[in-house]
């Protein structure tokens, strides 16, 4: 049986995060036989934003990175690598989000050592079973270390709903392979499936997650930070996401990404089948934490079956994006960061050519001003509104 561990965290104060963190390594149990003296540990970091400091909930917090590679240097005498490839496309992004995030500062610090996927070798990923991707690059480091320590932020996600353990992976893919993939899955459904491909490729062997200040709303990038006060830690990242979503009042197996997952049997997403340690889930669950706009889609899965969901979702109700004119400072970040090409500005406003836009978020996810609107069909605006009417969710 899988166990997710839980412990309390009231804030980023370096002792109180430590203590958490090795109390949820603690309770997980088998780290000794995993990590030995000597070995080359990688913290595979969640670093979207390139601009947005820690306070903003975007990114894995640094004091959380601070404390595990003080534990893994000090506790497990292991080589500490802290890597990832950012949310932009942009060339420059990832070195800038390692200062962004002050990671740079702990790597001076420490001696731990940083690794830009976007600069690193990559090797090449072939699985003829991938529901989506049957072949793709990844960061060389994923694979040459000893141990991969995934550290994701919890967060929602208006392509995915929700957004933690399994996602997380999706950043070994270094930034031009990223596009790639979302243009291979241009619709909510298949980026999902192509989630967990990424996911089955690189399992991490321990995932620990920042749920200490979280992102509700309209995540992973235009939400708000909200206090959680959690460490979430697990071998199994299937049932981590499980249980994290489920603290944040979701229906884990309502999430595309943890049930395909859970389908494909890359871990436990059975609620009631994963040994929960440390803390009881009933009483740190954030009952009103406030849904993506998406997540209509958890309330219309009540009452539709699925087959007949995702073809009306991914048919009618994909969104489409477009500008909020007032907030836009005219940056361009949005159309350098397009993968289908369906952002201009020809004459400086940006414009967005909805034939072309597959609805995949990569320009919300880079807007710091919250201009990036995802706009819905009638269906999906229909579905929004009886789910607001009804209270059944509480959407941003
Ligand atoms: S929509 Fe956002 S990212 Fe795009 S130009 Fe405007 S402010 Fe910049
Ligand atoms: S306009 Fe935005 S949502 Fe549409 S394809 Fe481009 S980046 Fe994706």
């Given at each position: 049986m899988s166990t997710v561990a839980i412990s309390c965290c009231d804030n980023y104060e370096l002792e109180k995060v430590n203590i958490a963190t090795k109390r949820c390594l603690s309770l997980i149990g088998n780290i000794e036989t995993l990590v030995k003296p000597g070995m080359k540990v990688l913290l595979k970091l969640n670093l979207l934003s390139a601009s947005l400091g820690p306070e903003m909930a975007v990114n894995t917090h640094p004091t959380v990175i601070r404390a595990l590679v003080d534990i893994f240097q000090n506790d497990y005498e292991c080589e500490v690598y802290i890597g990832d490839s950012c949310g932009s496309l942009r060339t420059g992004s990832t070195d800038k989000a390692f200062r962004v995030t002050q990671i740079d500062k702990i790597a001076k610090d420490t001696g731990a050592i940083i690794v830009n996927f976007d600069k690193d070798e990559t090797i090449d990923i072939i699985n003829n079973n991938g529901a989506i991707l049957k072949y793709f690059k990844i960061a060389k480091t994923v694979k040459s270390t000893d141990v991969v320590v995934s550290v994701p932020k919890l967060k929602t996600h208006g392509l995915t709903r929700y957004t933690g353990a399994i996602k997380n992976m999706f950043g070994s893919i270094p930034a031009n392979g990223k596009k790639n993939v979302h243009l291979q899955a241009p619709k909510a459904r298949l980026m999902a499936q192509a989630l967990v491909d990424v996911y089955e490729a690189v399992q991490p062997h321990i995932t620990i997650m920042d749920a200490i200040i979280g992102m509700e709303g309209n995540g992973p990038n235009a939400g708000d930070p909200r206090k959680v006060g959690l460490i979430i830690a697990s071998n199994d990242g299937v049932a981590l996401d499980a249980v994290a979503s489920t603290i944040i009042g979701f229906d884990p197996i309502k999430v595309p990404i943890i049930k395909y997952a859970y389908e494909r049997e890359l871990g436990t997403a059975d609620i009631n089948n994963i040994n929960i340690v440390g803390e009881e889930i009933n009483k740190i669950t954030v009952a009103d934490f406030k849904k993506p706009s998406s997540s209509a889609q958890d309330f219309a899965s009540k009452y539709i079956p699925d087959f007949l969901l995702a073809k009306m979702f991914d048919n009618s109700c994909t969104s489409v994006s477009s500008v909020?004119?007032?907030?836009?400072?005219?940056?361009y970040e949005c159309i350098r960061n397009c993968p289908s090409g369906a952002m201009s500005a020809p004459n400086g406003k940006v414009l967005v050519d909805e034939d072309k836009c597959i609805g995949c978020f990569c320009c919300d996810e880079v807007c710091n001003y919250k201009a990036i609107v995802m706009k819905r069909s009638f269906l999906g605006r229909t579905f929004l509104k009886m789910a607001e009417l009804l209270g059944v969710e509480r959407l941003q």
């Open positions: 909020y004119e007032p907030n836009c400072t005219r940056c």
